[in-house]
């Protein structure tokens, strides 16, 4: 009988429920898929707070080489050594890894799987890892601090795509334009799509980050000529993003032109015009939106506003039908 428990013990540890993280970044998804590509940016982040990373290396193919070798804070030299199973780019990475003790002996596998989606302007990372125990007694408090571990190192893979981005350490000073136009039909008369985009309460609804992502700092509308809008929130990730707005042109019912400042934390990254034209058209409105901005400092958009603003614009017709 006591060998039937310790048989079902032994079972149990080595099958445990993945290990789930997700985090938000204000990147472009190429950019977080890229910070896992090159053993250069993975040196910057893949480990725990306290700890660094020695050694690296990545061959960012099915087959090639994951493996990174860890620092601790008293030198000790901690390895862990894997494949990429799958590589999607942009999109999903699978990467088999093994951990061994100090003297190279197994510890247990984390079959570590990494999906990447455009979310409201940022890019969503979900981490999903499956551990199989080698030596339970050593592996299982290791893996017990997972989530924790994953935690700092998480904080600092936000500062690796910041500092990729450019809107983090950047000394050299630097402008690029860009400029997109976007169109979208709605089953709704001008009036309401007027206060969609007017009206704090019913823009609430659609602009901005959800409740269980975006911890909201500060905001305020006052759409006439010369009022202010500024939406000021505090991400999951820690980092607070800033719009702030001012409205030059309000003709009612037919168009906005307002500028707007974007900031990551205390980082101005980009100066924007946008105009916004709505017309009836068949029982509903069609609305115009068009945007020139400037991005500073090596800051890195790529098309990412123009992603993230579609899909507001898609939310905000979601919202009409409340």
């Known amino acids: 009988m006591a060998e039937s428990t310790d048989a079902d013990n032994a079972a149990t540890q080595r099958q445990l429920p ?6 938000a970044f204000h990147a472009r998804r190429e950019t977080v898929f890229k910070a896992w ?13 306290t700890y660094s990373v020695a050694e690296a290396k990545v061959e960012m193919r099915v087959g090639g080489a994951f493996e990174v070798c860890m620092l601790s804070p008293t030198g000790e030299r901690h390895w862990s050594r894997g494949v990429f199973v799958e590589v999607t780019p942009h999109s999903r990475l699978v990467i088999d890894m093994h951990a061994t003790d100090l003297q190279g002996r197994p510890l247990f596998r984390a079959y570590t799987e990494v999906t990447f989606a ?5 890019t969503r990372m979900d981490v999903a ?8 007694s050593m592996a299982a408090p290791m893996v017990a601090g997972a989530s924790e571990g994953w935690r700092t190192t998480l904080d600092k893979l936000e500062q690796e795509v910041l500092r990729m981005s450019g809107a983090a350490g950047v000394q050299t000073r630097s402008v690029v334009h860009a400029s997109f136009h976007l169109e979208r039909r709605y089953d709704a008369p001008v009036e309401r799509v007027w206060r969609a985009l007017t009206d704090e309460a019913a823009k609430q609804k659609w602009f901005g980050g959800p409740p269980d992502e ?3 700092i500060e905001r305020y509308m006052d759409v006439r000529e010369g009022g202010r809008e500024l939406a000021k929130g505090r991400w999951k990730s820690g ?3 800033t719009f702030d707005a001012i409205y030059h042109d309000v003709v009612l019912h037919r168009r906005l032109v307002y500028s707007y400042v974007m900031s ?12 916004m034209q709505l017309e009836s058209v068949d029982k509903g ?4 939106v068009t945007e020139q901005g400037a991005f500073l400092d090596g800051y890195d958009d790529a098309g990412s506003r123009e992603h993230g603003t579609a899909f507001l614009l898609d939310r905000l017709g979601a919202s009409l039908s409340d």
């Open 18 to 23: 993945p290990l789930l993280v997700s985090r």
């Open 37 to 49: 590509s090159t053993a250069e940016h993975v040196k910057n982040w893949f480990s725990p707070e």
């Open 118 to 122: 455009d979310g409201q302007g940022e």
């Open 129 to 136: 890892q499956t551990y199989t125990f080698i030596d339970p």
């Open 214 to 216: 975006l911890d909201l």
């Open 239 to 241: 980092v607070v993003s």
């Open 264 to 275: 990551l934390d205390d980082k101005k990254i980009s100066v924007s015009l946008a105009t």
């Open 285 to 288: 409105t069609r609305l115009k």
